[in-house]
């Protein structure tokens, strides 16, 4: 059972425009979350993060926002620019020694 | 600073045929993970070590072994390659307790490995 589960396998944005990605949770226990950024041939790499204490955090062009009541954290990204074009990750964690959870990903596109 | 480094970064093997994947961090982190990902599918979990001499199964452990004998390596080992084990492979590691709020992983640019 999927417990991070990113829905849009892909999404395809004109630049300049606002991208939102999603990401749904089903363990309440998961109590740190995180996006990371994958480009081809390489390692993902960390993007920015949330604690279930809070329900925003922005850093840049980056915000992600997280709505613990209906277990769904978001990614805006704006504007978007064609560097953005990628996979995104979302990941989760529960206190404790447990390793990060990690959704499918989904493919953005920014199309200039 | 080299941060995390893997190697190959690609190879073909035969149906059982065994292999070392490498892995190496400079950073001093006591923490590694290797992760393999399949096409359209997320990072799924092999292996991970919390410490040198410390390891532990992930999601999908069959097939696989892992040592850690220093902070710095945390080598992968296929025994008898099957086309199932086909994937890239991504090592990474992090500095601070598994699941603590500042819980990043730094990820390694991964091996493309395929079995035939």
């Known amino acids: 059972d999927q417990q991070v589960k990113q829905n849009s396998p892909s999404l395809s944005v004109q630049e300049g425009r606002i991208s939102i990605l999603n990401c749904d949770y089903t363990?309440?226990?998961?109590?740190?979350f995180l996006w990371y950024k994958k480009y081809p041939a390489e390692g993902p790499t960390f993007l920015i993060s949330?604690?279930?204490?809070?329900d925003k955090n922005e850093d840049g062009r980056f915000t992600v926002f997280l709505n613990k009541s209906a277990k769904h954290l978001s990614l805006h990204i704006v504007p978007s620019q064609p560097g953005d074009s990628a996979v995104y990750f979302c990941?989760?964690?529960?206190?404790?020694?447990?390793?990060?959870?990690f959704g499918k990903g989904t493919r953005l596109s920014v199309i200039a | 600073n080299a941060g995390v480094t893997q190697t190959p970064k690609f190879r073909i093997l035969k149906i059982g045929q065994s292999m070392t994947l490498q892995c190496a961090q400079d950073?001093?982190?006591?923490?590694m993970y290797w992760y393999r990902q399949d096409p359209g599918m997320g990072l799924k979990l092999i292996y991970y070590?919390?410490?040198?001499?410390?390891?532990d199964k992930g999601e999908v452990p069959n097939g696989y072994n892992v040592s850690r004998s220093t902070t710095e390596d945390f080598p992968l080992r296929l025994e008898l390659a099957a086309p199932s084990q086909t994937s890239v492979y991504f090592c990474?590691?992090?500095?601070?307790?598994?699941?603590?709020?500042?819980?990043?992983?730094?990820f390694g640019p991964g091996t493309r490995l395929t079995v035939l």
């Open positions: 990474a590691s992090s500095g601070v307790r598994l699941g603590a709020s500042t819980d990043t992983q730094y």
């Open positions: 363990n309440s226990m998961f109590d740190y």
């Open positions: 949330i604690s279930s204490i809070k």
């Open positions: 990941a989760a964690s529960v206190p404790g020694n447990t390793p990060l959870v």
């Open positions: 950073m001093n982190h006591n923490y």
């Open positions: 070590s919390v410490g040198a001499g410390i390891t």
